[in-house]
């Protein structure tokens, strides 16, 4: 029973990537679902019970966590070798491994023509979240179970 929302909610709103959230269909089914469970009214408060009764993150942070995830597969040959291609780090380039950003282990973000469905597309959302993030959260030597309890605390 505690899936199949989540898993709901996430297929419908994995293409919304990087944009800002205004569609609320995937969050008032989380909603809801989380009324289910915990047995909660309409008028009670459920976004701390959905975050710590059930340890669900809202929707917008569990694809941001989700594509996260998948850059940092990407960076470990854990992800296909098409979308592999799309994450290079600015230190693997001989033109830019001099820049203040390969030191960091940034990602290189590609150029996208188009505002409204470039910024969607994973060669450009991955990197540069995974550029925002923190630099202990950026370390090689993390596996991917270390990489994901860090990552949503």
């Known amino acids: 029973m505690h899936l199949l ?6 297929a419908t709103a994995s293409c919304m990537a990087p944009v800002p959230f205004t ?13 289910l469970i915990l047995c909660k009214r309409n008028y009670d408060r459920i976004t701390a019970a959905i975050r710590h009764s059930l340890h669900w993150l809202p929707v917008q942070q569990r694809i ?26 600015v230190a693997s380039l001989t033109a830019r491994s001099h820049l203040r950003s390969a030191a960091k282990e940034c990602l290189v973000i590609s150029y996208c023509r ?12 991955g990197p540069t979240l995974c550029n925002s993030l ?12 270390q990489f994901c309890s860090r990552l949503k605390t």
């Not at 923190?134 to 179970?145: E, Q």
């Open 23 to 35: 569609y609320t269909a995937p969050h008032n089914v989380l909603i809801a679902a989380a009324r």
């Open 114 to 125: 188009t505002k409204n469905y470039g910024q969607r597309s994973f060669s450009y959302s």
């Open 134 to 145: 923190p630099l202990t959260l950026r370390d090689k030597s993390m596996s991917l179970s």
């Open 5 to 10: 929302p989540v898993a709901y909610t996430t």
């Open 64 to 89: 941001d966590c989700k594509l996260c995830v998948l850059v940092y597969k990407c960076l470990h040959q854990g992800a296909p070798v098409y979308l592999s291609k799309l994450c290079i780090p």
